[in-house]
């Protein structure tokens, strides 16, 4: 892992900035392993502004002054689909957050992410809503992946349910092309799927409690930017409680052993069906070299680009590590 003369590992996050989003923001910006070393933005749950806005929003609440950086505002195929029927019209909840004080920068999120990564080498990625700028930023410059030691992607629905459709997951969803571009990049990839931030690894209302009770900002921000996503995940589950996979992502990129579980596998993105698009499709028992299905999987093969797949969360770790972030 990177390690420069800070004695921190640098850290480049792309985000869609709402509710589970911010909270990982604050877990990375309030991390004692961690710099941040900029923050880029791409439309998914919310239009761009309002993604770009949110993400100062948390920057300014931490009392960092992390570098924000606005991208794609639409997918590479198509027009955006908002995930604001989860998070809210504004993303946190709609509680009419003050705008920050805090202006993006000038720069675009495609020209930092080539900048930055080839100024920090080793430095890690973690991406935390649509693929839209990695893809951009690989198309311009597919060097890019020599200077990143990981990247760790919150996406996908690997071998089950997605939370958009039957098949897919929302971050892929919004942007399969530029997932598949991504995937078959050769860039590092960790995948935290949208399943390991399910279940037990959902906050529940004795844990909510705890939170509420350190009485800081963080924890008062994170549970109140979280009331409108908490009533979607009850219906869309029957779940009770916060669902959060970009913090869930976040535990695993600032202290890796939290997968408790990973192993190696091509992934390919369906971009064509309708009944699967945005739908993370991982070679789990190593069969696409198959001669019934190279004709499909050439690409992939091609490549040779295997993602490493998280199958399981240390939970009791996931949530002392959201914890101490907010304490
Ligand atoms: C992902 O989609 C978004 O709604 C969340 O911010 C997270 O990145 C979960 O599917
Ligand atoms: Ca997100």
Redesign the pocket.
Known sequence: MNAPSTGKRQLLIDT?T?S??AIALIMALRAPEVEVVGITVVA??VPLEQATQNALYATELCGSEVPVFSGAAEPMQGKLET?QW??GRDGLGDHGYAPSHRKPASETAVDAMIRVTSAHPGIELIT??PLTNVALALQREPRLIENISRCVV??GAPCCEG?VTPAA???IWVDPEAAQIVFRSGLPIEMIG?QLSRGAAVVDEDEIEAILGLGTSFADFAVRCNSFAIEAYLTQTGERGICL??PVAMSVLIEPALCRQSSKHYVEIETASELTRGMTVVDRLNVAGDSRNTHVWEPALRSNAKASICWELEVPGWKAALMRALQ
């Open positions: 869609d709402a589970d989003d998914g749950n995930a989860f998070h935390l809503g919150m996406g939370n997951e929302f971050n949208w996979p970009d």
